[in-house]
């Protein structure tokens, strides 16, 4: 019903940036919180970033200052700017999103998974 595609994951060295795009398609008429969560091997999957409908922001601790979410509401879309990126950014980054669809339902949906990986 509804699908999360993430983008713009690759290969970077220590001190780069990305920016990772999320876009969501399907029966859509509003998405509350979007986020981005990583989970590398051998870890629980933890949030990075959030964004509500209101525009309020929650980083977790390790990326404050570098890490940058927003969101494009016109375009059901969110994005995360990457910048002074560490090895231990390294991880698969997906994108979360709470989204009223059909029948008035909240629903939460995640996307694939773009790899980061960050070489030191």
């Known amino acids: 019903q509804v699908q999360l595609v993430e983008s713009g994951g690759g290969l970077v060295q220590a001190g780069g940036s990305l920016r990772l795009s999320c876009a969501a398609s399907g029966i859509i008429y509003s998405i509350n919180t979007m986020g981005w969560y990583r989970q590398a091997p051998g870890k629980q999957r933890e949030l990075v970033a959030d964004i509500t409908s209101g525009g309020n922001t929650n980083y977790a601790d390790s990326v404050k200052g570098r890490f940058t979410i927003s969101r494009d509401n016109a375009k059901n879309a969110a994005y995360l700017q990457m910048n002074s990126l560490e090895p231990e950014d390294t991880a698969v980054y997906y994108c979360?999103?709470?989204?009223?669809?059909?029948?008035?339902?909240?629903?939460?949906?995640w996307g694939q998974g773009t790899q980061v990986t960050v070489a030191s």
């Open positions: 979360n999103a709470d989204v009223i669809g059909a029948g008035w339902r909240q629903r939460n949906y």
